[in-house]
């Protein structure tokens, strides 16, 4: 069935170096593979996206690549800062003939970053 | 000025009552969503709405009720709360359906079934 893995669950880094959070999904026909932060008790905001017809997109510390052949897409933060600190998710859209719009989400990274 | 909100934001019952949360966006997009995220974070699609009309049923028990009165509106009733509806619950919307659209979240609703 539709499925999106997420490694790590946790991840513990320094303030300054990177981080990397990887995601699997089983449906070739997704196109569509948003990132979302979570702070705590707050609500899931996109902080980037890519869609399939990209490899990379950058927006200043933060990366996302995608291997569709592999089916795999990641995220990349650079000098992470302690407000990095949060739940990221990412997820892949349902495509093919029944593109509803809906999104299967992996299990969520929790990053924290120490001073 | 809020984009997505929902009310209440907090939400404590006791098991078998029937409860309602209520969502409302004022970014004129077409499609929303109800999702359900618990206790170990995950995030998991129930419903979906496409300009009033129901486009996502997720397994969702019977008891949860979708309502979309207008496409800025979608509301959530629960029958017979159960232990296991304890989660926080989010709305979000979206441009259109289609699955290539950002889909902005509501603050959620934190449900505690005791």
């Known amino acids: 069935g539709e499925n999106v893995e997420q490694h790590p669950s946790t991840l513990s880094v320094q303030e300054g170096d990177s981080a990397v959070i990887k995601c699997t999904y089983s449906?070739?026909?997704?196109?569509?593979f948003p990132w979302y932060k979570q702070e705590l008790g707050k609500r899931p905001q996109l902080i980037i996206d890519?869609?399939?017809?990209?490899g990379e997109k950058k927006d200043q510390r933060i990366a996302v690549t995608l291997n569709k052949t592999a089916k795999h897409f990641s995220l990349h933060i650079t000098e992470t800062q302690p407000e990095d600190s949060a739940v990221y998710f990412c997820?892949?859209?349902?495509?093919?003939?029944?593109?509803?719009?809906?999104?299967?989400f992996g299990q969520g990274t929790t990053l924290q970053v120490k001073p | 000025d809020t984009a997505v909100s929902q009310t209440p934001k907090y939400l404590v019952t006791q098991m078998g009552n029937d409860k309602s949360i209520k969502c409302e966006q004022n970014?004129?997009?077409?499609?929303m969503y109800w999702y359900k995220q618990d206790s170990k974070k995950f995030l998991k699609i129930m419903f979906s709405?496409?300009?009033?009309?129901?486009?996502i049923n997720e397994t969702v028990p019977n008891r949860f009720s979708p309502k979309s009165p207008d496409k800025a509106h979608l509301n959530l009733h629960i029958n017979s709360l159960e232990l296991g509806d304890s989660a926080v619950y989010f709305c979000?919307?979206?441009?259109?359906?289609?699955?290539?659209?950002?889909?902005?979240f509501g603050p959620g609703t934190r449900l505690t079934v005791t």
């Open positions: 979000a919307s979206s441009r259109q359906w289609g699955g290539q659209y950002e889909q902005y």
């Open positions: 449906d070739s026909a997704s196109n569509y």
């Open positions: 890519i869609r399939s017809n990209v």
């Open positions: 997820a892949a859209s349902i495509g093919g003939s029944s593109n509803t719009g809906k999104l299967i």
């Open positions: 970014l004129g997009h077409d499609t």
């Open positions: 709405y496409n300009n009033k009309e129901l486009i």
